[in-house]
């Protein structure tokens, strides 16, 4: 006997070759991924206007086939993280961070990462593996379903960021066809600038993901000199500043007027963030469709990088506004709970857990 398909890594045209190859009507995909995607049924004999006997069938080989909580954790300014086990034991963190007007759903596109970026906790771990299409979903699908418990507003999902462990341009293909679902109107329905792809500057996948999918796209860019970047971001040896700005160009050039790609820069106190690489940052993005986001540091244990002070990020940002750019500064979500940008590391720590229930529901 085969081992049954999880629907959840296949869009819409795989469920329909899926379908088809069995011999049933393709458009059987149309009657399943509402109820998987938009009423979270995960039991096929609940997907009632199905025949009997297709129900029994997809009993038999497919499932949908959902991760397992091992912890959950609420910070004191409503930020959630659930760090969920994959198949091969291995375990990955999904962070939800709900803010006035949305709910941002942060997803992991690989256990670790292969790029080393000296700030961030998941390089510290090094590589394990790509996740499946079926598991980058999963965690959208587990996030539903679990905020659904307590259905308020600001608490529903209305944007999905690939900004947890992983560079999701390294794992391509099974990203493109995570982020077909989410912009399907049969599965989740997010529009297309409610999708970011966020990467350290994988050149010939930026090129790639342009063609495919239409998304918005983050690039962590952190330093706007080679030399710079060639020590906190290694991938820059790889693909260098020059090449990485002309993808960028690239990637809006087609596009509507209206789009900015968002340039991620981390401030590391005395490494990239003085006057002069806020000058040579605003020189690098003229004339640019370019949005700047600072992100505060976030340390974790081991690091040797510490927090820029408050006043040296504003007057970063404002050298950087003087020129024109459209510059804001990440609000820290969820550090208390090492669910910030650059702490998730996917396993459990021996460090003091808070379980959900143990603590009240912060309200906004
Ligand atoms: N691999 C993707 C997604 C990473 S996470 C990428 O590189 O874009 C999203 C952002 O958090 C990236 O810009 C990343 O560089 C940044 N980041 C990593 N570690 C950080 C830390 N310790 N503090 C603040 N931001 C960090």
């Known amino acids: 006997m085969t081992t049954p398909t999880n629907l959840l890594g296949l869009d819409r045209r795989g469920l329909e070759h899926w379908f088809a190859a069995r011999g049933e009507k393709p458009f059987r995909a149309r009657q399943i991924m509402p109820w998987i995607y938009q009423r979270n049924v995960a039991a096929f004999d609940q997907m009632t206007d199905l025949a009997k006997a297709l129900r029994t069938r997809l009993e038999i080989e497919a499932t949908v086939a959902t991760p397992e ?37 942060c997803i992991s596109s690989q256990v670790g ?3 080393d970026c000296q700030f961030c906790a998941t390089a510290t771990q090094g590589f394990s593996r790509n996740l499946t299409s079926a598991e980058i979903i999963a965690q959208v699908w587990f996030a539903q379903q679990a905020l659904g418990a307590v259905p308020r507003e600001g608490r529903v999902i209305s944007n999905v960021v690939f900004m947890g462990m992983g560079e999701p341009l390294a794992n391509f293909d099974n990203v493109v066809t995570a982020i077909r679902l989410l912009l399907d109107d049969l599965a989740y329905g997010l529009s297309k600038r409610r999708v970011t792809v966020s990467t350290s500057g994988l050149v010939p996948f930026m090129d790639r993901l342009r063609s495919e999918v239409d998304t918005a796209l983050a690039v962590s ?20 500043l020059d090449e990485l700005m002309a993808a960028c160009r690239r990637y809006t050039a087609e596009r509507e007027r209206q789009m900015h790609i968002v340039y991620e820069y981390v401030m590391l106190d ?15 993005l003229a004339g640019m469709p370019a949005k700047v986001n600072l992100i505060p540091f976030n340390p ?20 950087l ?8 500064v990440r609000k820290t979500r969820g550090d208390d709970i090492a669910a910030a940008c650059g ?22």
């Not at 005395?270 to 690098?284: F, I, K, M, S």
């Not at 506004?321 to 804001?328: C, L």
């Open 321 to 328: 506004r003087d020129k024109r750019i459209i510059t804001t």
């Open 113 to 115: 990462c292969a790029m």
């Open 300 to 319: 974790f244990p081991g690091t040797r990088y510490t927090r820029s002070r408050p006043e040296v990020t504003q007057r970063f940002a404002g050298i």
């Open 270 to 284: 005395g490494v990239n963030d003085g006057e002069a690489e806020a000058r040579a940052l605003a020189r690098l």
């Open 69 to 105: 909580l091992i912890t959950e954790e609420l910070s004191a300014d409503g930020t959630r993280k659930w760090v969920l086990r994959l198949e091969s034991g291995n375990a990955v963190e999904t962070v939800f961070i709900p803010e006035a007007d949305r709910g941002t759903l």
């Open 343 to 364: 702490q998730l590391v996917g396993e459990v720590k021996n460090r003091q857990k808070r379980r959900l229930s143990d603590i009240p529901v912060v309200r906004q």
């Open 221 to 240: 860019l952190h330093a706007p000199t080679d030399e710079l970047r060639d020590v906190i971001v290694p991938i820059n040896r790889k693909y260098p």
